[in-house]
């Protein structure tokens, strides 16, 4: 809390299992920052996963965004996250994020969306199950709601990729966790990767399991390099991103 708000920031150094190849922090773990203050703030408002897993209920993202405002920070720079959850409705619960570096200079935002779901027969619940203790914190980067579907098309095919999801990808719920999957893109790439990204939605649609493979389509659509993952003929989750090449200004 601050001044009654529900707010959390956290400072950190960035570390080489959070950069890329280039030092730079990779999608993923903008990802893994998101998730690791969403839950660390639940537990001090005492909605955390163990509360809720108490009550039979689960917390789970079913869609995400994040932009570039300024520049990517990279290794061992010092950051500042900060999140804040935003008003509920019956179903979804959206919540609020920013990357800014020791200067206060605004880095990165983003927001994800989330919904509760029955422990046992895996449907939704109403968000009003859980009730948050303070004021909502009321500034926004985000006034349009978080997607759910992406609604991509692929079509013209640039490259495709088998992965085997492994035990190390699962998160404390027993799923493949959502910041895995942009890893899985990331490793579409070779050694010659060269690029930063500049803005980045995944939606998340069907779970993968433990041995399953997880079939991904990479494709252009207009500015965007999208992708598609299918467990057989399932889709279990759209992404599109804006990647810039780094350059030496």
């Not at 869609?63 to 290794?75: K, L």
């Not at 959850?85 to 019956?90: A, E, F, L, R, V």
Request: charged share 25%; net charge negative.
């Amino acid at each position: 809390m601050e001044n009654g708000y529900m707010y959390k920031r956290i400072t950190m150094p960035i570390q080489t299992k959070d950069v890329d190849i280039n030092d730079y922090i990779r999608p993923s773990a903008v990802l893994d920052y998101f998730q690791d203050i969403a839950g660390i703030h639940a537990n001090l408002l005492g909605l955390g996963a163990d509360t809720m897993l108490d009550m039979g209920l689960l917390w789970i993202i079913i869609g995400e965004r994040f932009d570039v405002v300024s520049r990517v920070p990279s290794y061992g720079e010092e950051i500042t996250i900060v999140s804040w959850p935003k008003n509920q409705d019956k179903l979804f619960m959206e919540r609020e994020y920013e990357i800014r570096d020791i200067h206060n200079e605004l880095l990165i935002t983003g927001i994800s969306l989330w919904v509760l779901v029955n422990k046992d027969t895996h449907k939704l619940e109403r968000s009003d199950k859980a009730k948050f203790p303070g004021l909502y914190y009321e500034n926004t980067n985000y006034n349009e709601a978080t997607k759910r579907k992406l609604n991509l098309c692929p079509k013209d095919i640039i490259n495709e990729y088998d992965y085997k999801v492994c035990l190390t990808d699962y998160d404390h719920n027993k799923h493949l966790n959502n910041a895995r999957y942009l890893d899985i893109i990331y490793n579409m790439y070779d050694k010659d990767y060269n690029l930063l990204f500049n803005s980045c939605e995944i939606a998340f649609h069907h779970e993968a399991l433990q041995n399953e493979i997880i079939h991904v389509k990479h494709f252009k659509d207009g500015i965007y390099d999208c992708y598609c993952g299918y467990v057989g003929d399932e889709l279990s989750f759209e992404v599109k991103m804006v990647l810039k090449e780094i350059t030496n200004e």
